[in-house]
């Protein structure tokens, strides 16, 4: 049991390595749209050095789901930081599995600096 465990945390560990991460910049143009539903889509003056393998495309950097609670308080903080052109840190997912997203990697964290 310990074994699958060990397993287990050390997948985590690795796939939070292998995420795009853009240190510092600013938004750029961020996207809503009545076809995709509550989904943003978000560009930044930084592009991702390193997309993960699933990104393909080139217009947008991170998706953000703002079906949930959450997802609504990053919303917001991604306007504040777009209105005042404040530097965000950016961290994915490390998927693009966002239906019907699947070529945007979705994202986990934001930083405001």
């Given at each position: ?34 076809n ?17 393998a ?60």
């Amino acid at each position: 049991m310990k074994r699958y465990t060990l397993m287990s945390m050390m997948l985590f560990l690795i796939s939070d390595v292998h995420a795009a991460v853009v240190e510092s910049t600013t938004i750029k143009r961020l996207m809503l749209d009545i076809n995709y539903g509550e989904m943003v889509y978000i560009e930044l003056e930084q592009r991702q050095a390193t997309p993960i393998a699933c990104h393909t495309n080139s217009g947008w950097e991170y998706v953000l789901d703002t079906s949930t609670p959450l997802g609504n308080k990053m919303y917001s903080m991604l306007l504040a930081a777009y209105a005042a052109k404040s530097p965000v840190k950016f961290v994915g997912m490390n998927n693009c599995s966002l239906l019907p997203h699947t070529s945007t990697e979705g994202l986990r964290r934001i930083e405001l600096k």
